[in-house]
């Protein structure tokens, strides 16, 4: 390292301090003469000086340096000699480097893609292929099953699976209602009548069967709306497939069936198809007219004082004689008269006869009375082919051949 003074002492030696504080140093410097050089090259960094003045670098401060205001300011280099000069106002920077304008740069490859684009499609395992198959399965059934109420409650209407279940969804809403206890000499016709709603509504709302009849006591329910239930239509308790076999002696009236007749068993007149001439005569004779045959009605309805004798329509044989608990016609009896015919008694008081009895055209049976569902004295007469019950009128010219006046 040389023994020259540092050059922080030398440059303290000539600064100066203006009015304001400023310290500066005086442009009077002298030239820088290199002797720091050899003190490098002692460490080995023996370019140091040889790049400067392969540089051009003369080693003087430019006179053009300012003097006194302690900034480069907008100096620079002046690309001769390497001496430090201000930039004026005004003056260009260094333009950037331009980007080269030939275009992206194509890398040769081998044509194999480092990845695979295409994704397999995970496979279904066989349970949720189950699964999908007996959801499908359990919707196309419950719409099939669904229709057949539906389809049989519209009065027999083809209706599809979908419009079956569309109105299953119109079954299932909310329709009001208020209580009705039936009295005395009530009717289902009457009540749809007084309330001015359906009688289907009425049946459909007490899920009552086709034929029966109100019970004197009974809390029953009437719709609040008068169009509910207009085309409903319900099951039936009696047959509504006819057959023709051998004569049954059941253990109740809808079970007792008529057929060929057996060797003791006396056969009325045969009309040969001609429904008049079987020669029915009046059951209840002196009676007055209640009601006729209806979807809901398998018969005819007369009323009579308690106790009327009730007639045998035509003569035949008695398979059925005895009280029914449980489809509403209480003391009843089923007669049959051969030829395809038979008929019912219903509602009656007592029965003079048994099952196994043969009875003549107009033979008293029994006496008139309100058992079973029925809410006053009354008789039901039902007619049946091949055990399928048809309107008795068929059978009678008027009203009045029926009723006996």
């Given at each position: 390292m040389s023994n020259s003074r540092p050059l922080r002492d030398f440059a303290d030696d000539h600064r100066h301090d203006d009015e304001s504080g400023y310290t500066g140093y005086s442009e009077a410097l002298p030239a820088y003469t290199g002797e720091y050089g050899a003190a490098r090259d002692e460490y080995g960094d023996s370019g140091y000086q040889s790049a400067y003045h392969e540089a051009g670098y003369s080693g003087e401060v430019s006179a053009q340096f300012p003097a006194r205001d302690g900034t480069l300011g907008q100096g620079g280099l002046n690309g001769q000699g390497g001496a430090l000069v201000p930039l004026g106002a005004g003056a260009a920077l260094p333009a950037p480097?331009?980007?080269?304008?030939?275009?992206?740069?194509?890398?040769?490859?081998?044509?194999?893609?480092?990845?695979?684009?295409?994704?397999?499609?995970?496979?279904?395992?066989?349970?949720?292929?189950?699964?999908?198959?007996?959801?499908?399965?359990?919707?196309?059934?419950?719409?099939?099953?669904?229709?057949?109420?539906?389809?049989?409650?519209?009065?027999?209407?083809?209706?599809?699976?979908?419009?079956?279940?569309?109105?299953?969804?119109?079954?299932?809403?909310?329709?009001?209602?208020?209580?009705?206890?039936?009295?005395?000499?009530?009717?289902?016709?009457?009540?749809?009548?007084?309330?001015?709603?359906?009688?289907?509504?009425?049946?459909?709302?007490?899920?009552?069967?086709?034929?029966?009849?109100?019970?004197?006591?009974?809390?029953?329910k009437i719709p609040q709306d008068p169009n509910y239930g207009a085309d409903y239509r319900p099951a039936s308790i009696t047959k509504t497939t006819g057959s023709y076999g051998q004569t049954v002696f059941g253990s109740n009236w809808w079970n007792s069936y008529a057929g060929a007749p057996g060797p003791e068993a006396i056969c009325g007149q045969n009309g040969n198809g001609n429904y008049q001439a079987y020669g029915f005569v009046s059951p209840d004779p002196g009676s007055y007219w209640v009601r006729g045959f209806s979807w809901y009605h398998d018969g005819v309805d007369m009323a009579a004082p308690q106790g009327n004798p009730i007639h045998a329509a035509q003569a035949g044989q008695v398979i059925w004689a005895g009280y029914d608990a449980t489809n509403g016609f209480g003391w009843s009896v089923v007669i049959n008269h051969c030829n395809h015919v038979s008929s019912l008694y219903g509602h009656m008081m007592s029965i003079s006869v048994k099952a196994g009895e043969n009875v003549d055209t107009g033979t008293v049976i029994g006496q008139e009375g309100s058992t079973g569902w029925s809410t006053g004295p009354h008789l039901h007469i039902s007619v049946m082919w091949d055990n399928v019950p048809i309107d008795p009128m068929l059978f009678y010219s008027s009203v009045a051949a029926i009723t006996g006046h």
């Open positions: 480097i331009a980007e080269d304008a030939t275009g992206p740069i194509v890398i040769a490859g081998t044509g194999v893609p480092m990845g695979n684009p295409f994704v397999k499609r995970r496979k279904r395992p066989l349970s949720l292929r189950i699964a999908a198959f007996t959801l499908l399965g359990a919707i196309m059934l419950t719409g099939l099953l669904t229709a057949t109420p539906l389809a049989s409650a519209a009065d027999g209407a083809n209706a599809t699976p979908f419009q079956a279940l569309a109105g299953a969804v119109v079954l299932h809403q909310q329709v009001g209602f208020f209580w009705y206890t039936a009295q005395s000499g009530d009717s289902l016709e009457g009540l749809a009548a007084r309330f001015n709603v359906q009688v289907g509504g009425i049946y459909e709302m007490n899920n009552l069967l086709a034929g029966e009849e109100l019970t004197i006591g009974k809390a029953y």
